[in-house]
């Protein structure tokens, strides 16, 4: 489980004053893999790294009673000039799980061949995505944080991606943003809207996919 108490963060870019959640106070339950929506620009990743404890906000607090994955997406926080083995192994050492067997497994999962043992500054965006996303599908976490993520590669990818994760999330929680619907369908049971600064929960995806295509038409 996952609590936002009056959660704010409000930043400055070209002195104006963007605040992407204002005093937000929801719940993300245990075990719910609940996806993420709103409008271009409006905070989704940033309220990500919020959760995972990578930015802070501006007041109020964020409280979990697990442990909670990196944010998994296109952006990747590997160190450039190590190799994506090497990263692996970085973040094996980390959170104290065997290194060879993560290694095994990101290598195979992400499937780039000898590029594994490049420098990550020579990845493409997507070479990227599938070793973050392959790193925090071979960790354990009680919930996982997932940007956007399969939009990274092929069909036959995404659907690996997709088996992988419904996997870990058969006993654990996510929160996982993504422009499609259609994703968002097949991989999550429940919707949380960001829109102005407030952040809605719902049970019923559904119900979510409702509002925030209701927000979208409304480009007031």
């Given at each position: 489980?996952?609590?936002?108490?009056?959660?704010?963060?409000?930043?400055?870019?070209?002195?104006?004053?963007?605040?992407?959640?204002?005093?937000?106070?929801?719940?993300?339950p245990t075990g719910k893999s609940v996806g993420l929506m709103g409008r271009n620009g409006a905070g989704k990743s940033t309220l990500l790294k919020i959760l995972a404890g990578t930015t802070n906000p501006t007041s109020g607090r964020v409280l979990s009673d697990g442990?909670?994955?990196f944010p998994v997406g296109l952006a990747s926080s590997m160190h450039p000039n190590l190799t994506g083995a090497q990263n692996v192994r970085f973040v094996a050492r980390i959170y104290g799980v065997d290194t060879d067997a993560l290694t095994k497994f990101v290598r195979d999962f992400a499937d780039i061949g000898n590029h594994f043992f490049l420098p990550v500054r020579s990845y493409s965006s997507g070479m990227k995505g599938r070793i973050t996303f392959g790193i925090n599908m071979g960790l354990k976490f009680d919930t996982y944080l997932i940007d956007e993520v399969t939009a990274v590669g092929d069909a036959q990818f995404a659907e690996k991606s997709r088996e992988v994760f419904l996997d870990r999330v058969s006993d654990s929680g996510a929160v996982f943003v993504s422009h499609s619907m259609a994703i968002l369908r097949r991989m999550c049971t429940a919707g949380a809207v960001l829109e102005k600064g407030k952040l809605l929960y719902f049970d019923d995806l559904e119900e979510a996919i409702e509002v925030h295509e209701r927000n979208t038409k409304n480009r007031n």
């Open positions: 489980m996952i609590v936002l108490e009056n959660l704010t963060k409000s930043f400055y870019m070209h002195g104006v004053r963007t605040t992407i959640a204002d005093n937000v106070s929801v719940v993300f442990s909670v994955s």
